[in-house]
């Protein structure tokens, strides 16, 4: 075999302080992100929706240590990739692309161009598909391909989702079985997965399959564990007015507090490394929200990072990519279309009626919200609770 790479995806944070307005401006300039009927107005909306985001994101990466720790995981990440793929005697280099900041995607492609890579293995860092993370890089991939002769002499694999791979079901069951093991009555503790949401119309209209392939990963994380602990599924991070996959974390901890749960152990489930949603978002918000209503010992299991039983996995999977007969970006694109799964012409024009109520809803707030803004200085989606 030629020249192996591995280009691992994620989505990326802002470094310092003064990246998340351009971090969260690149975040909603991404159509599988926030959906509308014509292109002109993404530019403009995601400028409005960023610079009034902004403020209120930066106080919560002033929590974590002003900017978000993800760049440093995901390169450390890479590096124990490598180690483990040289001992399991698979020579790679391995490329980080993030999807809104350094180091971009376009970058990982550029080197791994100059490079001469001749066998490139496809890695996004989401243990589950959704639209909005794997999908919309899968999306920038495809268009880089297009448009570049280089790319298209590469001989690719693309992995789509692993939420089911033994290892990394195996390094999850530990890592809770670890934070149970401080608990003195383990077996009375409540399990709780909270997955990140995403809008409920993305997998009843446009047919993601991540609520599907949460579901199915938090049931096999719970038979890799063999406990008699009960568990809970909830959805956090929700943006934006509309409605999210439910139940939410935030009521779901409300209830089981009322219901008189004391122990809790929360478990971050669609994310493989620590960020502003694990360290701020549960560590502090979901805390402090479960101690007012009366759970006391609050604990959060975490991240995989480069926890080596996760690492050996993702080697496992390389490794098996690099044997199996490749899959490719329109492959993945066309097999997901054929169970109504990520549909390009649907998506970006709107053709259910709901998705066309929906990008209507949210041009003519666009409209209405930048015409309010210039004439008052004051946003209509602040009032919305957009922002
Ligand atoms: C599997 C994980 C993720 C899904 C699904 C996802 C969907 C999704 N996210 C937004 C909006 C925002 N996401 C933001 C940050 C962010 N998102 C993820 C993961 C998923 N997002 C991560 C890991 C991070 C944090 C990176 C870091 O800095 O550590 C943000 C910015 C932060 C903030 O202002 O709250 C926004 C906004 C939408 C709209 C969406 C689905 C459509
Ligand atoms: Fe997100
Ligand atoms: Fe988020």
């Known amino acids: 075999m030629g020249r192996v790479g591995v280009l691992l995806l994620n989505l990326g944070g802002p470094d310092r302080l003064e990246d998340v307005g351009p971090f969260l401006f690149n975040l909603f300039s991404d159509p599988e992100i926030i959906r509308l009927p014509f292109p002109w107005l993404q530019r403009p909306l995601a400028w409005l929706i960023s610079s009034r985001r902004t403020k209120k994101s930066q106080e919560n990466y002033k929590q974590i240590g002003g900017g978000s720790p993800l760049r440093r995981i995901t390169e450390a990440q890479g590096e124990a990739l490598k180690e483990q793929l040289g001992a399991l005697g698979q020579e790679a280099t391995i490329y980080v692309g993030m999807r809104y900041w350094h180091p971009y995607t376009e970058e990982a492609i550029a080197k791994i161009i100059q490079d001469k890579i001749e066998h490139l293995v496809i890695l996004p860092l989401y243990p589950q598909f959704s639209i909005s993370t794997s999908g919309s890089s899968f999306r920038l991939l495809e268009k ?18 692993w939420h089911k791979q033994q290892g990394y079901l195996q390094a999850m069951a530990d890592l809770i079985v670890q934070e149970l093991s401080q608990i003195a009555n383990p077996d009375e503790a409540h399990i709780f997965f909270s997955a990140h949401g995403v809008p409920k119309n993305y997998v009843e209209e446009a047919g993601d399959p991540y609520e599907q392939e949460i579901e199915e990963c938090t049931y096999l994380i719970m038979q890799t564990l063999n406990r008699p602990n009960f568990y809970t599924l909830a959805y956090q991070s929700r943006v934006g007015p509309v409605e999210w996959l439910q139940p939410y974390t935030e009521d779901a901890i409300k209830e089981l507090g009322t219901k008189g749960t004391k122990d809790l152990v929360v478990v971050p489930i669609s994310f493989v490394s620590e960020h502003i949603e694990t360290l701020q978002e549960i560590d502090i918000e979901y805390r402090e929200l479960a101690e007012e209503a009366g759970i006391h010992n609050f ?16 080697a496992d999977l390389v490794i098996d990519a690099l044997e199996a007969p490749s899959l490719k970006l329109s492959q993945v ?38 015409i309010i803004e210039l004439v008052t200085g004051h946003g209509l989606l602040h009032m919305v609770g957009l922002l």
């Open 144 to 161: 880089l391909w297009k448009e570049n002769t280089k790319l298209q002499s590469i001989n690719y694999t693309v992995i789509p989702s």
């Open 299 to 314: 604990r959060r299991v975490p991240a995989l990072n480069t926890n080596p039983v996760f690492i050996k996995a993702l």
């Open 333 to 370: 694109t066309q097999m997901k279309k054929k169970v109504k799964i990520y549909p390009p012409e649907r998506w970006e024009w709107g053709m259910t009626t709901s998705a066309e109520v929906w990008n209507g809803r949210i041009a003519m707030l666009g409209f209405i919200a930048l």
